[in-house]
């Protein structure tokens, strides 16, 4: 069973300071991943893609992939209000599906 | 911008009643994805489809049935609704592409009674 893991928090960060997410994968074939932020009672948006190893910038949110450690992370800066939500974490196993983590609950505490 | 809709936002039904949940897409996606969400339980898919009239089970298909008999245009039915079929239902598509990043739908909340 190919999976990704997540802590489920939540996770409680002062507003301002960086928020670190990390996620955990089963497989090494994984060739895709996805940070999706899901606010209360509406849908996944996709935030961040990773395809290769490193990091990646996006205004105040980067992601870490680390293929060889099977983990990918999203590090939110200047962390605000407004980014107090569900993460999830999602992985491409090879074929068109995706597998995803459960979520971490980020608070972003004012 | 990709855009995916679905047909209602909330709906309420009564035990037994066939549910038709839609959903459309505008960005000429081969693959969408109907999935449900539960607290504690994340993201599971129901039943997810590839091209027109073609489609494959999920981890849980048990009690859903799908149909998509145009590219833009999956639609996910209930047969027989029952109260453990109250649900976020959420639908997604992504591009054929090696990456196949997915694109929700703002979901429709089922409540079954």
């Known amino acids: 069973q190919k999976e990704v893991e997540q802590n489920s928090g939540p996770l409680s960060v002062p507003e301002g300071a960086i928020a670190s997410l990390n996620c955990t994968y089963s497989?090494?074939?994984?060739?895709?991943f996805f940070w999706y932020r899901q606010y209360s009672g509406k849908s996944p948006e996709l935030i961040m893609s990773i395809y290769s190893n490193g990091d990646k910038e996006d205004g105040r949110f980067t992601a870490q992939l680390n293929k060889a450690s099977q983990y990918v992370s999203l590090l939110i800066r200047d962390s605000q209000p407004s980014d107090s939500a569900t993460y999830l974490c999602a992985a491409n196993f090879g074929n068109e599906k995706l597998t995803f983590g459960t979520g971490t609950r980020l608070t972003i505490i004012p | 911008d990709v855009k995916v809709t679905q047909s209602s936002r909330y709906l309420v039904k009564r035990t037994g009643e066939k549910v038709f949940l839609e959903c459309v897409q505008d960005?000429?996606?081969?693959?969408m994805f109907w999935y449900r969400q539960d607290p504690g339980l994340g993201l599971r898919l129901i039943y997810f489809?590839?091209?027109?009239?073609?489609?494959e089970k999920g981890d849980i298909p048990e009690g859903y049935s799908v149909s998509r008999e145009k590219k833009e245009r999956f639609s996910l039915i209930l047969e027989s609704a029952s109260t453990n079929q109250t649900s976020m239902y959420l639908c997604a598509s992504s591009l054929w592409d090696g990456a196949y990043e997915q694109y929700f739908g703002p979901g429709t909340r089922l409540t079954v009674t």
């Open positions: 489809s590839y091209d027109v009239k073609m489609k």
């Open positions: 960005m000429d996606h081969e693959n």
């Open positions: 497989d090494r074939v994984s060739q895709s």
